[in-house]
């Protein structure tokens, strides 16, 4: 394959399209993120509160969802794919841009409680299609596949700011080896974590000194039985909470489907409601409750003190509500929501005897990600440069590989209803 023309020159053009597609997203990004502390902390301020307000998220999702309705009823591609689904790599169009965005930068911002990598990833394969069809490269069905798997994996490594992470991604999105990727990458994804456990070291076993990249950061306490025994009871609690919400996300789904504007408009409102009672329970901010939880993951990970037991168990249960009914109606991805209740969870449950917060939170997050994306290798990653932690590996190997074994093994909910098809959309793909 390396040594076909049309191969390498395919692997130039891929190299030359990730740079535009990555400052676009970079751009996409920055907006996002201004508009949400425009929206979500200026204007609250500007106006006298010192934080949003109890109601705020009431104003905000009810016309976001009009907007994302209307998007997915009229818009060519739909505004992308349902997040309830989990993240699709194809299937978006270089016409579909337009409805991809606009539903991102109306939803997003405005509270949805989903994050920014599914539209990225939309987004950059669109952008590859698009720069493709303006150089009048030749369009093959296996080139189409390699520009959009390519676009995308540029777009979303500037939301994870590491190229790795987005080539994981798109291998096991994409499904290059099919059922059997799984199968043969499940059992050495498992031994490898078990292995991991020999040469970091384990209750009073010191560890091998072997080869690494280490580059000499202090060493925390060794990992012992009570971290181990642990994976083996939050890791399925976490999966079976994120995995409901997903199942939640299908019926909504099949809600939205029946009256697109008017049910993506309720969806809405709901989530709104439920970030309402978040706020009036607490007496904290909403935001809290409501967007991706990106930037609260970070805030809640810096001082877990400054979160009370209730409010934990309080954001754990609203934001997973709202989580569930963004998932069928509006338009996003689910990563980053799915790791902040799993370190909500893992800060919640550090002070159980012999846990600790840092593996706690390891396992909270691999677990939760692990469950709304089905994809471990990919989780794994992300979570391991998140924590910035070489010696919780082996935890979070054992709790994604724990977390992917269950969910898999559950009822998967109702299948996703597929629109009917627009005349706009047949002509767009011949």
């Known amino acids: 394959m390396l040594g076909r023309p049309e191969y390498r020159k395919g692997l130039v053009f891929c190299g030359l399209i990730g740079v535009p597609v990555a400052l676009i997203a970079f751009w996409f990004l920055v907006a996002v993120q201004q508009l949400e502390q425009l929206i979500w902390t200026d204007w609250p301020k500007d106006l006298g509160w010192q934080r949003a307000p109890w109601w705020w998220a009431l104003p905000l999702l ?54 920014p990598e599914a539209p990225l990833m939309a987004m950059g394969g669109g952008l590859a299609l698009l720069f493709a069809r303006l150089a ?11 520009l ?17 992470v987005g080539a994981v991604l798109l291998i096991e999105v994409a499904g290059v080896g099919g059922p059997q990727l799984f199968a043969v990458m499940l059992p050495a994804l498992l031994a490898s974590g078990v292995g991991d456990l020999i040469f970091t ?64 408009t309720l969806c809405a409102l709901a989530a709104a409601v439920c970030i309402t009672l978040y706020a009036v329970a607490t007496g904290r901010s909403p935001a809290e409750a409501a967007l991706s939880g990106e930037s609260t993951l970070s805030d809640l990970a810096q001082d877990p003190h400054g979160w009370p037991v209730g409010a934990l168990i309080a954001v754990l249960a609203f934001k997973s509500l709202a989580y569930a009914l963004c998932l069928g109606s509006l338009r996003g991805g689910p990563v980053f929501p799915a790791l902040f209740l799993g370190g909500a969870a893992g800060v919640l449950l550090a ?52 977390s992917f074994v269950l969910v898999q093994r559950m009822p998967q909910g109702p299948g996703i209803p597929a629109p009917a ?3 706009a959309d047949r002509a767009a793909r011949h």
């Not at 202090?218 to 919400?245: E, G, I, K, Q, S």
């Not at 909270?364 to 070489?390: C, I, Q, Y």
């Open 351 to 402: 002070p159980l005897p012999g846990l600790g917060l840092v593996p706690a939170m390891a396992v909270g997050m691999a677990a939760a990600v692990t469950a709304a994306l089905r994809l471990p290798v990919s989780s794994v990653v992300l979570v391991v440069l998140l924590l910035g932690n070489v010696d919780t590996v082996a935890l979070v190997v054992l709790a994604a590989v724990a």
């Open 201 to 264: 070291g384990f209750v009073h076993w010191t560890g091998f000194e072997t080869g690494s990249l280490d580059i000499g950061l202090p060493t925390p306490p060794p990992l012992d039985w009570a971290d181990v025994l642990w994976v083996l009871v939050l890791a399925p609690a976490l999966a079976f909470l994120v995995h409901w919400a997903f199942v939640g996300g299908r019926f909504a789904a099949r809600f939205v489907a029946a009256r697109t504007v008017r049910n993506t």
């Open 136 to 146: 009048r490269a030749p369009v093959t069905e296996s080139s189409t596949a390699l």
């Open 62 to 115: 009810t016309p976001a969802g009009l907007v994302v309705g209307v998007v997915a009823a009229r818009f060519q591609g739909r505004g992308g794919h349902v997040p309830a689904g989990g993240l699709h790599s194809g299937g978006i169009t270089s016409m579909a841009l337009p409805g991809v965005l606009i539903a991102a930068l109306v939803g997003l911002p405005l509270g949805a409680v989903l994050g």
């Open 421 to 423: 098809e627009r005349p």
């Open 148 to 164: 959009g798997a390519a676009g995308a994996a540029a777009a979303v490594s500037a939301l994870f700011g590491n190229p790795i």
